[in-house]
């Protein structure tokens, strides 16, 4: 099969994007032809990938990587639709997969001759919570692009029956596990002299990390600097507060190599819990112990749960985890539960959707 991925923005660091770049290199390997359609100004991919990359510029035209468009498209992503819409028309496909709302619409209104998906890897219009009227469109975009008719894949059962959101077809995000794995010699006694706590997140309210940051106050205040919190792709301001690093991991290995640094990863987002959310597996994957307000595949049996909103439960979780000799068994609980995100199995169960 011949696979268009078009794109407005650029190949960002964000989980969704590694989310495409793999699985255009399984689809690949699996003797499929894969090309991504990105925007000529945009910056090459972040994550590693083997497709064929397609640029267009402003007007809706094929060119070349080193036909720069230096001018500015005037209303931004709403013209760049009009000029993705554009160029699609003139392409050739056997399946066209939007991946963002800013995508949907040019898709479905394009004349290209292929099958038309829709990748949903969260419910957009909740990101877009601002009182700006840039985020009162944006809402209104992202809203309607699940109403356009594309076939909807969705990344989580959450997302199946979700307010305006419908879909049959689940795909969950997958994980390299031979990169995201533990390591089993490290020391796991809980007398050793740091106790480095984990999460990654700026601080956009749904987010959670405020509270993070908040219960980390306490508990640097209760424990001395036996204790600091690493903030993966955080923001500066961050290391205002005693005993807060900042760290920016360079791609998979570098991230996971973060993960196996930590004792306790701690994740407080406050919206749409039943979702996937990367960070989770990946310290699942490490054998890394997991404070969560939710995300799938996070239970009672194999992660810490608190309440949204908690500092006070995140800082008592902390102590609990630290102090308590029983982790093991969430660990290798949670170790179990993250097999079904193999690679593998995920790009194999989208071709299927594809291809019926």
Not at 60 to 81: F, N, V, W
Not at 103 to 120: D, E, H, M
């Amino acid at each position: 099969m011949r696979i268009i991925i078009p794109l407005l923005g650029p190949f960002g660091k964000a989980g969704g994007f590694r989310v495409l770049s793999n699985l255009a290199n399984h689809w690949i390997d699996a003797g499929h032809k894969v090309s991504f359609l990105s925007y000529v100004n945009t910056d090459p991919p972040y994550f590693p990938t083997k497709a064929n990359i397609l640029y267009y510029n402003k007007n809706g035209k094929l060119i070349s990587k080193t036909q720069t468009d230096t001018s500015k498209a005037l209303l931004g992503m709403l013209q760049l639709r009009r000029s993705l819409k554009k160029v699609l028309d003139i392409c050739e496909a056997d399946i066209v997969l939007a991946n963002h709302c800013f995508t949907a619409l040019p898709i479905k209104q394009s004349k290209i001759k292929a099958k038309k998906f829709y990748y949903v890897q969260a419910y957009e219009p909740e990101y877009y919570y601002k009182n700006t009227l840039k985020d009162f469109i944006f809402k209104k975009i992202s809203k309607n692009s699940y109403n356009l008719g594309l076939d909807i894949i969705v990344n989580a059962e959450m997302y199946k029956d979700y307010k305006n959101l419908k879909s049959t077809k689940v795909v969950f995000p997958g994980m390299d596990l031979e990169i995201f794995q533990p390591n089993e010699s490290k020391e796991t006694s809980n007398t050793q002299k740091k106790i480095i706590l984990g999460t990654i997140g700026r601080l956009e309210a749904y987010k959670g990390t405020n509270y993070v940051l908040e219960a980390f106050k306490i508990l640097r205040n209760e424990l001395g600097d036996c204790v600091e919190l690493h903030v993966g792709f955080g923001e500066k301001v961050m290391e205002i507060t005693e005993g807060v690093k900042v760290m920016f991991p360079n791609g998979d290995k570098g991230l996971a190599d973060y993960y196996r640094s930590l004792d306790v990863y701690i994740c407080a987002g406050i919206v749409q819990l039943d979702a996937i959310h990367y960070p989770i597996l990946e310290s699942m994957a490490c054998k890394v112990p997991v404070i969560t307000t939710g995300y799938y595949p996070a239970t009672d049996e194999n992660a810490y749960l608190v309440p949204i909103k908690d500092v006070e439960a995140i800082k008592n979780k902390v102590l609990e985890v630290v102090m308590s000799h029983k982790n093991q068994n969430k660990i290798e609980k949670a170790y179990a539960d993250i097999k079904q995100f193999d690679w593998n199995h995920i790009a194999n169960k989208m071709l299927n959707y594809f291809e019926n």
